[in-house]
């Protein structure tokens, strides 16, 4: 199966999966005006989970996986990422371009949900794999661009065997107590959460 084949068969999945009341759904999780077709994230997993299977050659997922996260249409672009997470899965210590990931911030993320499914799929992975990349999520809280900084959140809380994790937490609270984009401080919020939830636990053992 080649690349082409791989990108031709998701799109044409996900079409087929259209839901009008995901489409009513869905405006109401978004401020920012994004294309998509109406298709859930569960549904989105399935395809793709069936597609990687038939799939042999890494090179191949990858090469899908950055047409569709290249995609305008929403569904699309997540199909790319998750996607991306399954190589990533599969390749397990073997290197990773982590520059691939910035150009993916810089480039293609424009909403909450592509951000945390990036994160949760393929950074917070990569964290556990690599724990050295550590250090290059934690420089996106410098970032100007706030789906940087808000994925260096998202991706160390879905990082469960990061070490002196409750300091990396606190430093990056204490570094973005001002911080005023609205995403960004939502994912703050969960951030203590996260942090209140870990020391109760440790507290209770």
Known sequence: MNNLNIVEIIKRDLKASIDINNIKNRNKYFKEEIKYYGVSVATIRKIINEVYFQILNDSEIIAASHDLIRSKIFEEKLAGIILLGYALKRKKHEFFDFSLIEEILDREINNWALCDTLSTDVIGVLLEIQPAYILKVIDWIYSKNPWK???????????????????????????????????????????????????FKVKEI
């Open 149 to 199: 900084r808000r994925a260096a959140i998202v991706s160390i809380i879905k990082a469960k065997k990061l070490n002196n994790k409750e300091e990396i937490i606190n430093n990056i609270l204490e570094h973005l107590k001002y911080e005023n984009n609205y995403f960004v401080k939502k994912a703050l919020d969960w951030l203590k959460r996260e942090n209140i939830q870990s020391k």
